[in-house]
C-alpha cells in the first residue's frame, strides 16, 4: 500500500477529476464510493485500477471490504 502526502500527486488529480462528468468523460473512468459499491465492483466485470483509503480509517476500511468480499464468494458459491 502506498501513501499519498500531497494533493499535487498525478493520481490524486486524476481521481479529483473524476468528480465531474467531463474529468470522467476525459479520463474514461469513475469512482465507486462506499465499500458495499467497492466490493459489488470488484465482482463485476469492471476492471479497478486503485482502491483508495483514507489514512486514519485504511486498515478499518480493508478490514470490512475483505470481510464483504469473503461473504460475496462463499454466498457465490452455495
Given at each position: 500500500?502506498?501513501t499519498l502526502e500531497?494533493d499535487?500527486?498525478h493520481?490524486f488529480?486524476?481521481?479529483?477529476r473524476?468528480?465531474?462528468?467531463?474529468?470522467?468523460k476525459?479520463?474514461d473512468?469513475f469512482?465507486?464510493?462506499?465499500?458495499?459499491l467497492?466490493?459489488e465492483?470488484?465482482?463485476?466485470?469492471?476492471?479497478?485500477?486503485?482502491?483508495i483509503?483514507?489514512?486514519?480509517?485504511?486498515?478499518?476500511s480493508?478490514?470490512?471490504?475483505?470481510?464483504q468480499?469473503k461473504?460475496?464468494?462463499?454466498?457465490?458459491?452455495?
Amino acid at each position: 500500500m502506498r501513501t499519498l502526502e500531497s494533493d499535487q500527486n498525478h493520481k490524486f488529480k486524476v481521481w479529483k477529476r473524476l468528480k465531474s462528468s467531463r474529468g470522467r468523460k476525459k479520463e474514461d473512468a469513475f469512482l465507486v464510493e462506499s465499500q458495499k459499491l467497492v466490493a459489488e465492483a470488484l465482482f463485476s466485470s469492471l476492471e479497478a485500477e486503485s482502491l483508495i483509503f483514507r489514512k486514519s480509517d485504511a486498515l478499518s476500511s480493508q478490514e470490512k471490504l475483505t470481510d464483504q468480499l469473503k461473504k460475496r464468494t462463499s454466498s457465490d458459491q452455495n
